[in-house]
């Protein structure tokens, strides 16, 4: 693949603390050609800061972590998607390095936070929780990933063919990578994860709770849900 064009994808609701951050930082450090589409569901400044900036947003009423990534997977024109969320805890400086480990011949980059976290970032609450919905990935699919909770991933377009998500909510970042991991070659790199900037909008238990019953659910059920109904 040469010269691939990035479609950078940041699902909001209520960032306007840090989504001008995040641009930033993307601007000043991804070396690709690239678009920021900003799928927006916030009742603050979110969407005028993330325009003002030179984004793409895509305004999605219907609520879900899911249904907002597959609102921008609709509307991706790049070669590779990048994902990642609005509150500044990701690195967009370590997107150049995922897009060149995709190219190396792989499909699917999933950007790990365990390896290198910082004792202070993540709640013990949450540390617990990835642990235990690891565990349960790797004893329901046999798949053994250092953080099958991570919300940032840079992948072929392409790929999205060849597979199905189901969820419209939090389990869609579990379960498109062990889609992915089941039919394409993926890959964790380890990323540096920041301390969140606004509002804490995940629920520890209650989401914790819905990711696992999820996982139990993909595997047992069959999705029906095709690509061209996203």
């Known amino acids: 693949m040469n010269s691939p064009k990035l479609s950078i994808i940041i699902p909001t609701m209520n960032e306007e603390k840090s989504i001008g951050r995040v641009i930033e930082r993307i601007k000043s450090s991804v070396n690709y050609d690239y678009e920021i589409i900003v799928v927006d569901s916030s009742r603050d400044r979110t969407p005028e800061i993330a325009r003002a900036m030179g984004a793409r947003v895509i305004r999605e009423e219907r609520r879900g972590y899911g249904r907002a990534y597959k609102t921008g997977f609709i509307n991706a024109t790049g070669d590779i998607i990048v ?99 089941m039919c394409c070659k993926f890959k964790e790199i380890p990323i540096l994860y920041g301390i969140r900037e606004g509002e804490r909008k995940l629920q520890t238990f209650k989401d914790g709770i819905k990711n696992l019953l999820h996982l139990i659910k993909i595997r047992f059920s069959h999705c029906n849900l095709r690509i061209s109904e996203w």
């Open 83 to 181: 994902t990642m969320d609005g509150d500044n805890t990701y690195p967009p400086e370590e997107i150049n390095r995922a897009v060149e480990e995709l190219l190396k011949g792989n499909d699917f980059i999933s950007c790990e936070r365990i390896s290198l976290l910082p004792r202070d970032v993540m709640l013990q609450a949450h540390r617990i929780g990835n642990f235990v919905l690891n565990l349960a990935v790797f004893s329901l699919f046999f798949i053994k990933m250092k953080d099958s909770q991570s919300g940032m991933w840079v992948f072929k377009r392409e790929v999205l063919k060849k597979f199905q998500v189901c969820s419209d909510g939090m389990g869609f970042s579990e379960e498109i990578k062990i889609r992915a991991y």
